[in-house]
């Protein structure tokens, strides 16, 4: 099983927010994912400090904060979270299926080091 927890990072929330409740219906629907643990969490750039300590597996940066990628990168690396920056065409046309693809291959490549 599949043991996943995500968080994502954006300017505001809201376009993310719709794709991360897009991530948890095409979660749901997969007999791979553990869904006990699985879990999606938004969080906007200018609280990112604030969930430093969450407990999360991969951090996905949305494309309109791609700006600040290699701080949150290094912040959240340091303390054992995989990281990944979506596509911004993935994100355009909210292609959860791939995006999660992508993060959970991020966790695992992460997890190999």
């Given at each position: 099983m599949i043991r996943i927890k995500?968080?994502?990072i954006c300017a505001m929330g809201l376009s993310t927010g719709i794709l991360a409740k897009k991530i948890e219906e095409v979660a749901r629907e997969s007999k791979k994912i553990d869904q006990d643990?699985?879990?999606?969490?938004?969080?906007?750039i200018d609280?990112?400090?604030d969930h430093l300590d969450d407990n999360i597996d991969v951090l996905m940066v949305g494309p309109q904060v791609n700006f600040k990628y290699d701080?949150?990168?290094?912040?959240f690396e340091e303390k054992g979270v995989a990281t990944m920056l979506i596509?911004?065409?993935?994100?355009?046309e909210m292609?959860?299926?791939?995006?999660?693809?992508?993060?959970?291959?991020?966790?695992?490549?992460?997890?190999?080091?």
């Open positions: 995500i968080m994502l643990y699985f879990e999606v969490k938004v969080a906007s609280e990112y400090m701080e949150l990168k290094k912040a596509d911004s065409k993935e994100y355009g292609n959860a299926p791939i995006i999660l693809k992508r993060a959970i291959l991020t966790q695992k490549k992460f997890n190999e080091k």
